[in-house]
């Protein structure tokens, strides 16, 4: 199927649009306590200045927290937001700049843009304004630059931090910090979470939570049996649950049913993974 195509089935379905897209869309975020939780977590690291991390499995929802977020910023803060941490500290300094500012620094020396960030820093608090920096996939960043950004967050005045740092990123961060030599940055993190994925109850009502926002008035149903195997087969990621929603939807389409059957989540599987 084409974009098209698919667009006539959701509609056919009684959708608006595709209920069980991947992307992190944050018109999609589902509440759930965990989650919730997660974000708490890191609006308070951002309100009191603490350095602040989460992390989590691939696909449980770390970036869709992350940019609800950024969509609902507490008052008086300007973000920073890391998406590609794969880069040098110099590049990584840049890109913190270019943010705050919306404008590209010239002289691309550490020095450099270590002094004029502290200078945009002070005139934002002179502003009210604070500034918190989100590395997303912040397991991929070398001890050295953990190390850089580190030393950055040191510049604070006689009575507050100028800036503070909140890490994203899969478990491996947490082993990385656990190193001996980066000791001094693992002590300084004050709140920590980590997301699960979901258990049987959350991925149902996960699943309903999709249907009821992209579909308020259809009348295509996952059945309760559907929803057990497809948190079976998924282990309860939000994004494997997803990839087999979806698989599972076009099936019952293409067999002219408002209603999932567990054949059709059996065949999403297959067709996402190859197994038999």
Same mark, same amino acid.
Do not use: W
């Given at each position: ?21 991947? #992307? ?28 602040? +991390?989460? =992390?989590?499995?691939?696909? &449980? ?15 008086? &803060? ?16 840049? !890109?913190?700049?270019?943010?705050? #500012?919306?404008? $590209? ?12 960030? !502290?200078? &945009? ?11 918190? &920096? ?8 070398? *001890?050295?630059?953990?190390? *850089? ?45 980590? @997301? ?7 991925? +149902?009502a996960y699943i309903r939570h999709r249907l009821l926002v992209t ?14 195997? =497809? ?5 309860? $990621? ?11 939807? @076009? ?9 999932? !059957?567990? *054949? ?8 996402? #993974? *190859?197994?038999?």
């Amino acid at each position: 199927m084409d974009g098209r195509d698919l667009n006539v089935c959701y509609e056919e379905l009684g959708f608006t649009e595709a209920p069980f897209q991947v #992307t992190p869309d944050t018109d999609y975020f589902f509440p759930s306590q965990q989650h919730l939780h997660a974000l708490e977590h890191l609006q308070f690291g951002v309100a009191s200045g603490e350095l602040t +991390m989460l =992390t989590g499995e691939v696909g &449980v929802g770390k970036t869709l927290v992350c940019r609800y977020l950024l969509r609902h910023p507490p008052k008086g &803060v300007r973000f920073a937001y890391l998406l590609n941490p794969d880069q040098s500290y110099a590049d990584l300094l840049g !890109s913190i700049y270019q943010d705050l #500012t919306g404008q $590209v620094h010239q002289d691309r020396s550490i020095g450099a843009l270590q002094r004029t960030l !502290s200078h &945009v820093l002070l005139e934002l608090a002179g502003n009210g304004e604070r500034v918190a &920096v989100l590395v997303d996939e912040a397991h991929r960043l070398s *001890g050295k630059v953990l190390e *850089g950004l580190r030393l950055l967050s040191n510049l604070d005045t006689e009575k507050e931090k100028l800036m503070c740092l909140v890490f994203v990123g899969q478990p491996e961060l947490e082993r990385t910090l656990s190193r001996h030599a980066l000791r001094p940055l693992s002590q300084r993190i004050s709140t920590r979470f980590r @997301l699960k994925p979901f258990n049987c109850r959350e991925t +149902m009502a996960y699943i309903r939570h999709r249907l009821l926002v992209t579909g308020p008035g259809t009348r295509f149903r996952f059945p309760p049996g559907a929803m057990i195997l =497809t948190h079976y087969l998924s282990g309860g $990621v939000p994004r494997r649950i997803n990839q087999l929603c979806h698989r599972a939807l @076009l099936a019952a389409f293409a067999s002219h049913r408002f209603e999932v !059957s567990l *054949g059709m989540v059996l065949r999403a599987r297959r067709e996402i #993974t *190859g197994l038999p």
